[in-house]
């Protein structure tokens, strides 16, 4: 495996890896002992979930925060209850969270260009591992808790989108309240769906 290190003190310690580099992910957070915190895109390699899913059943505290996609919301990962999800959505449909790293233990910080999903081991990838930069790990860690925060208003400030294939807009539902008949003047609503784009579906 080639690798790159480097010790800028006596207490900081940096690794570079450019091949196996899932295996080394998996091996860290195997190392774990107390949490793990996630900040990744995608999640679509099954070794690291079934890694996440037994440190957390082992009552360690593990937090994922990920691209809200198609592909993620299949995965089984997220069905795992011991383990807290933060789907993040930008508010612009061509809009990533793109983060890719990992803080376990808030003193060891897993960063670089690999992606965790299947297709990273096919591309040329590297993967830092730092640690005991508490001030770095400080950083990562307001990072981690700021996209915390902006799921938590967008949880609150929730924007419908308009269901119509392919249009992200921001949909409203209008209900139309039909005029009163019959012995007890009963009447019907009708529900309509309507975006900025002006779909408009019963």
Known sequence: MRSWDYSGNTKEFVTAHFENIREKI?????????????????????????????????????????????????????????????????????????NKFCVIDESVVITGSFNWSKRAGSHFENCVVIRDNFELTRRFLQEFYDIV?????????QVNTCSHSGCRCESFKIGILGAESGLYGESTVGIWEICGSSHLRV
């Open 26 to 98: 998996k091996e860290e957070i195997l190392k774990a002992k107390e949490s793990i915190r996630v900040c990744v895109a995608w999640v679509s390699l099954r070794d690291i979930h079934e890694a996440l899913v037994a440190r957390a059943s082992e009552g360690l505290v593990v937090e994922v925060i990920y691209n809200d996609d198609l592909k993620n919301r299949s995965l089984s990962l997220i069905s795992c209850e011991n383990i807290k999800f933060y789907p993040i959505k930008l508010r612009y449909y061509y809009g990533l969270m793109h």
């Open 149 to 157: 925060s902006y799921f938590s208003e967008a949880r609150a400030a």
